[in-house]
């Protein structure tokens, strides 16, 4: 046996005796037969053994080692294109040993490429039991593995945390028996069924799994509900000037929101809601209404936004709002002068900010607030959770929990809503504000262009605005995208092509004065078509703008598609969005563009994106900092994680300690992740 691989197995996460019995296996490999050497057949993994005849190293072609084993019934080729000193003394003339690799017919008959090779000892007898094989990373080898795996299965005793009758009603096979069989499968079981994580060992793994996410989830949820929150009453004055000095009337799903979120501020548990809205839908002003619920009765607000362009103009906005009504408006993001920086953190800090708007930079400079009551995030799903829970954490201590506000226009899938977002109440605006008429897409390919061009011109002959987006800013930035148009390169093509109109150009490497000044200027009108990469997928708002150009539409994801087709269509008039795209297009990229054309409804977009591709992106890297699953996938597990729903339930009321162990077996350390 090897030296224990100490520091690595952190990376796999093997600590306690129990990751060790949940490391399982990838694959097996079947040891447990001998084939005749004679028998063998091409295509498939087997085992043989015999009697080493030659051994020798070829230069002819590629180097290699050139080994012949014999048996009674005929011969087999082994060919080492890597090998030691140590594998040539393995495999001396005349030595014995078991083979086991993938047969294939070779030019001197059947062979194996790198076989496992072990020594033979006469009358020695086979495994009787499939060989494991563990995922791993390197410095960690399988025997290794496969030893402290056998310890811990020796050492433990796999009790039941899951109380006998509420198991027999799920059917699922007893935990020991799933985890003896998964790591040392007796022989005749179908071994590729279990490499696909197939039948009901399995099942009881995944069901294990999910239901210590469903009792995190569950006591993450009740334990906020312990804490206390600073009550924001409904019903003061600034809400009602507010809402009285709004140019619009606001729609019935928003006053139902609206109405959602005042109950909750004024209770003192912290509320942790999303609002669940289609682009352009008006979600901003009912957060606008929840923060000055929060100043009316007496705390500071903040609200964070994804990107800079975005905060800047959640800023813009709030502050012609709130401002002529005495409210002070802190302004932060990570790009200020450093005095400005400072000059914003004391006003969070000494309560004279009432509200603060900004980005990242909320989080990751030291701002503190002196009586933070409601951390607004916008377009949460951009953020990972983390992220999110650390705002809410910049309050004076003595204040409690902040109430905590999620927008986002990307529905959450049925599946997530009840596993990694259990733990959120969430209200939904599905009704866009009166007067707008849908964006008509249309879908054209590249060769096209001049056409398109014509009808930029009309738009902008009739005071109309055109934004013209492409997937990148310099070419050669990326290998695989050095052919696509960039925006640069596309700003200067497109104002050769239309010298008579007024161009304006906004990507992420801008400094941010410059894109300040050019989304400004886009705003007041003084600039035609604004060429842009997807610096603008979120949250811009500029009603003038009637027509969208998507140059490569087929590279774009269709929920950013959507969130880029949602800058338009915001005043009363028609809007169009034109596809470009370049031929020839895979079916994979029409079907997807497809969506996008048919559909204007972006929870219908999301559903049909989510068939095509599973929930795994969904969560995204963004979503690290919660454990995610590691053998349970929301989509096909959908029944598993009802039944542990219903389990994890019944277990919390009746069975608090076995809950408490079963989660501590699964998670250990990172049940606290859960709770933060
Ligand atoms: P999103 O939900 O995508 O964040 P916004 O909050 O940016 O949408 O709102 C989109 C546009 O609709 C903004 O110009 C906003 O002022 C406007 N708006 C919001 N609510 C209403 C309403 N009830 N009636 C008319 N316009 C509205
Ligand atoms: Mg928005």
């Not at 609002?275 to 008006?282: K, Y």
């Not at 013209?468 to 290998?479: A, Q, R, S, T």
Request: glycine content about 8%; some cysteine; hydrophobic content about 45%.
């Amino acid at each position: 046996m090897r030296r224990s691989p100490g520091k690595r197995l952190e990376r796999l996460g093997l600590e306690r005796d129990w990751d060790f019995l949940l490391h399982l296996p990838l694959r097996y490999i079947d040891e447990t037969q001998l084939t005749p050497i004679a028998r063998l057949a091409p295509g498939e993994e087997q085992q043989a053994e015999g009697e080493v005849v030659a051994c020798e190293v070829t230069v002819r072609g590629r180097r290699q080692l050139l080994v012949r084993l014999a048996d009674e019934s005929g011969e087999l080729l082994l060919r080492f294109f890597h090998f030691y000193p140590s594998t040539r003394q393995q495999l001396a003339v005349g030595r014995r040993v078991r083979v086991y690799g993938p047969v294939r017919g070779g030019p001197m008959g059947l062979e194996i490429v790198h076989p496992r090779v072990h020594a033979a000892h006469a009358g020695e007898p086979l495994p009787q039991r499939l060989t494991p094989v563990y995922p791993s990373t390197e410095g960690v080898g399988q025997a290794w593995l496969r030893a402290r795996i056998g310890r811990a299965l020796r050492d433990v005793e796999i009790t039941e945390t899951v109380p006998a009758e509420l198991l027999a009603a799920t059917g699922l096979p007893p935990l020991a028996e799933a985890i003896a069989g998964l790591h040392q499968p007796p022989p005749g079981v179908d071994a590729a069924a279990l490499a696909r994580q197939q039948g009901p060992w399995w099942e009881r793994i995944r069901f294990d799994e999910l239901l210590a996410q469903q009792i995190s989830l569950r006591t993450a949820r009740a334990r906020r509900a312990e804490r206390s929150a600073p009550p924001l009453p409904a019903g003061g004055a600034l809400v009602a000037r507010l809402q009285a000095a709004l140019p619009f009337a606001l729609t019935a799903a928003q006053q139902r929101v609206r109405r959602e979120i005042e109950a909750d501020l004024a209770r003192t548990v912290p509320m942790q809601r999303l609002i669940q809205g289609d682009v352009g839908s008006g979600k901003t002003v009912v957060a606008a209404l929840a923060a000055a619920q929060a100043i009316d009765a007496g705390c500071q607000a903040t609200l964070m936004a994804p990107t800079e362009i975005l905060a800047e103009q959640h800023f813009g906005r709030i502050v012609q709002w709130l401002a002529p009504l005495g409210v002070q408006v802190a302004w932060l993001a990570g790009k200020l002068k450093a005095s400005e920086k400072r000059a914003a953190q004391l006003a969070a800090a000494s309560g004279a900010a009432q509200l603060v708007i900004g980005t990242h930079a909320l989080i990751q400079e030291a701002v503190q607030f002196a009586n933070l009551g409601l951390a607004i995030v916008d377009e949460q799903h951009r953020f990972g959770v983390a992220q999110r829970l650390r705002l809410r954490s910049r309050a004076g201590a003595q204040e409690g929990t902040p109430h905590l506000l999620m927008l986002s226009a990307t529905p959450i899938p049925r599946t997530l809503a009840m596993s990694y977002f259990a733990d959120l109440d969430v209200s939904v605006i599905d009704e866009l504000p009166p007067g707008r008429q849908p964006v008509v897409t249309k879908l054209v390919a590249a060769g096209r262009r001049d056409e398109v061009l014509g009808r930029v011109r009309a738009e902008a002959a009739r005071g109309a605005q055109v934004y013209w987006v492409c997937p990148l800013v310099n070419e050669g930035e990326d290998e695989s995208t050095a052919e696509l148009t960039a925006a640069s390169a596309m700003y200067e093509q497109t104002r050769a092509l239309l010298p008579e109109l007024r161009l304006g150009l906004l990507h992420g490497q801008l400094p941010p004065a410059e894109k300040t000044e050019v989304m400004g200027a886009f705003a007041a009108g003084a600039i035609d078509v604004l060429v842009a990469t997807t610096v603008i997928e979120v949250g811009v708002d500029v009603p003038r703008a009637t027509l969208m150009v998507i140059e490569h539409a087929q590279r774009f994801g269709l929920a950013q598609l959507h969130q880029l087709r949602g800058r338009i269509g915001r005043g009363a008039e028609q809007s169009f969005c034109v596809l470009l795209y370049d031929e020839p297009l895979s079916e994979a990229a029409r079907e997807r563009l497809k969506i996008v054309y048919e559909s204007s409804d972006g929870f219908e977009i999301a559903r049909r994106d989510l068939a095509l591709r599973g929930p795994g992106e969904f969560l995204g890297a963004r979503q690290s900092g919660l454990p995610l699953l590691r053998f349970a996938d929301l989509e096909r597990d959908v029944d598993l994680l009802e039944q542990a729903r219903g389990v994890a339930l019944r277990m919390l009321a009746g069975h608090p300690v076995q809950a408490a162990a079963h989660v501590q077996r699964w998670l250990g350390a990172r049940a606290e992740y859960l709770v933060a």
